[in-house]
């Protein structure tokens, strides 16, 4: 009983490349959630998945920053030219029916190092 | 959007006394205030939620109170535990925008 699986769990960059962070949600999940943590700080909401679909991806920078769920496969977040700013913990949830109402389950997060 | 405030920031309590954790939120439309618990680099846990057709629910030695009218909830913990340290997360959701997190109370329990 596999619940949600990320990786890598910690992933270092030089400032300017890419950062790809996947996301496998609980089987059976069709609901993902993308939060990042930045130390001594709370949960914050960045976007809301279903497959091959963005619900809500309010709380995600305009630019450098994507994100998709397919049909087959995990989730990906992107982060493109990524800067000293972007240092955080990534975390991914998943739950079966919407989040907003019923638990999310996290994944055990990774901790992005930009150099 | 949904708001949500939490306090204290920090919480230090001595081994068995009770730990009460406050949070407050902006949405009239947030139904769902479930708390997090998230242990020193691990991933955050849900350790009880409550709907806003209750005013109250518990757990063991934990419980979850809700005011609707004054718009706030409150995590209590009763004769708190070393294994209890940890960062605790409120938060709301049920509107159209998900589920809303605190910034997090960090509870030391004093041996």
């Known amino acids: 009983n596999a619940g949600v699986m990320q990786n890598p769990r910690h992933l270092v960059r030089r400032r300017g490349q890419e950062a790809r962070l996947r996301c496998s949600p609980v089987?059976?999940?069709?609901?993902v959630y993308w939060y990042r943590q930045l130390p001594e700080e709370g949960l914050k909401f960045m976007v809301y998945l279903q497959k091959e679909n963005i619900i809500d991806e309010s709380g995600m920078p305009k630019e450098r920053f994507s994100a998709e769920f397919p049909k087959e496969g995990p989730s990906i977040l992107r982060i493109q030219q990524v800067v000293r700013g972007d240092s955080a913990a990534y975390f991914c949830a998943s739950s079966p029916n919407f989040g907003g109402n019923n638990e999310q389950f996290f994944g055990p997060g990774t901790r992005l190092t930009v150099l | 959007g949904e708001n949500v405030e939490q306090h204290p920031s920090t919480l230090s309590v001595q081994e068995g006394d009770s730990a009460v954790i406050k949070c407050t939120y902006s949405d009239s439309a947030s139904n769902y205030f479930p708390w997090y618990k998230q242990e020193l680099g691990k991933r955050p846990q849900l350790i009880i939620d409550?709907?806003?057709?209750?005013g109250e629910k518990k757990d063991q030695r934990i419980a979850v109170t809700l005011n609707k009218t004054a718009k706030h909830f409150s995590l209590h913990i009763t004769e708190t535990q070393p294994e209890d340290s940890a960062v605790y997360f409120c938060a709301g959701g049920g509107g159209a925008d998900g589920l809303t997190f605190g910034k997090g109370t960090h509870l030391i329990i004093q041996p």
């Open positions: 409550i709907r806003s057709n209750v």
């Open positions: 089987k059976g999940h069709s609901h």
